[in-house]
């Protein structure tokens, strides 16, 4: 591990060095991807620092045990009481940190939002699970663009779909990817008895054009007109968009924007995304073996989360946990949701690395 941090070390300063040459700062588009790379290797540098130092105050004490002087060693053995257990803390934080980074966490995304089986109860909820996750961007301080909204017969929404902007926004959502699941009495039953209903969420990695390998002449681009409620557009103008890559086949398409112009970055960040997926099946069947990523296939059949509303539980079906604060994820805190969320996979990767 030494060596690795040394070497990590050593990229360390050649990336400070770079960002002190003036010359960088005329080329935004490089200077951008070594100031994240610099940024993103930081907090690891800290660790090995405070690390290298422990680690020499460590070798000090016990050249002290060797002393014929018995307060010397005294003094040796109530540092190593202190210092071991500091350096065991931090090469777990350091085994952490140096799990490989999932490229796409610090992208922005495309969330989408549908109702699924329960009629107009799984609208209502769908609605629920948006000002969930409204409340948690409104504390991360992200930004949020809402491009397509489908109302349902007797409220709520029976599709939302929303662009969001900020840091680590992928890192953070990509878990929320499946099947949402509600048990409660609806407004609408006169029995009082429970129902269960469902809602669907995607989460889309927003890519620059520059970062995948595309060939636009190997892309053939459809317009057709837009079906089902949402604006005066439908059904007048073809606004929707279908996208082929000729070489895999893959196909994407969109209407749920307003424009034309909306519905083709939608549709082609589906398809980066696709043809992401397909170039990474390979290495992922590999892992698969070792363990199963808590992300899943993002299909939203894959039911992930139940949202019991009687007894005020929630629980993650993935990682087995359950909560009985309710009231306050539906405001929004889900944060302890996604943290343990993200050690799980953590936890995961790192195992199948030691393990293979």
Known sequence: MIDKLTAIYSRYEQLEEQLGNPDLVSDL????????????????????????DIIGNINTAQEMLK?????????????????????????????????????????NVILEIRSGTGGDEAAIF?????????????????????????????????????????????????FESGAHRVQRVPKTESQGRVHTSAATVAIIPVWEDEEININRADLKIDTFRASGAGGQHVNK???????????????????????????KEIAMQKLYQRILDQQ?????????????????????SEKIRTYNYPQNRCTDHRINL???????????QIDGIIEALQVAENARILEGSENG
């Not at 018995?70 to 140096?98: C, G």
């Not at 609605?127 to 991360?140: A, T």
């Not at 359950?322 to 929004?332: C, H, K, V, W």
Request: hydrophobic share 35%; charged share 30%; net charge negative.
């Open 280 to 300: 990474t099946a390979a290495k992922q069947s590999e892992l698969a073996a070792q363990r199963k990523s808590l992300v899943g296939s993002g299909d939203r």
């Open 322 to 332: 359950t909560l009985y604060n309710l009231d306050q994820i539906m405001d929004g």
């Open 126 to 174: 769908a609605s629920d699970l948006f000002r969930m996750y409204s409340r948690y961007m409104e504390n991360k301080g992200w930004k949020t663009e809402v491009l397509d909204v489908t109302e349902g017969v007797l409220g709520g929404y029976s599709k939302i779909v929303l662009e969001i902007q900020g840091d680590e926004v992928y890192g953070h959502l990509k």
């Open 29 to 52: 588009s490089r200077y951008k991807k070594v100031n994240k790379e610099y940024k993103d290797l930081k907090p690891l540098i800290e660790c090995y620092l405070i690390y290298a």
């Open 67 to 107: 002393d014929n002087d018995f307060d010397m060693r005294q003094m040796a053995h109530e540092e190593l009481s202190v210092l071991l257990p500091q350096k065991l803390a931090l090469e777990e934080q350091i085994k952490m940190l140096l799990i490989p980074k999932d490229p796409a966490d610090s992208k």
């Open 237 to 263: 103008t073809e606004s929707a968009i279908r996208i082929t890559h000729l070489p895999t086949g893959i196909v994407s398409e969109s209407q749920d924007g307003r424009s034309q112009h909306q519905n």
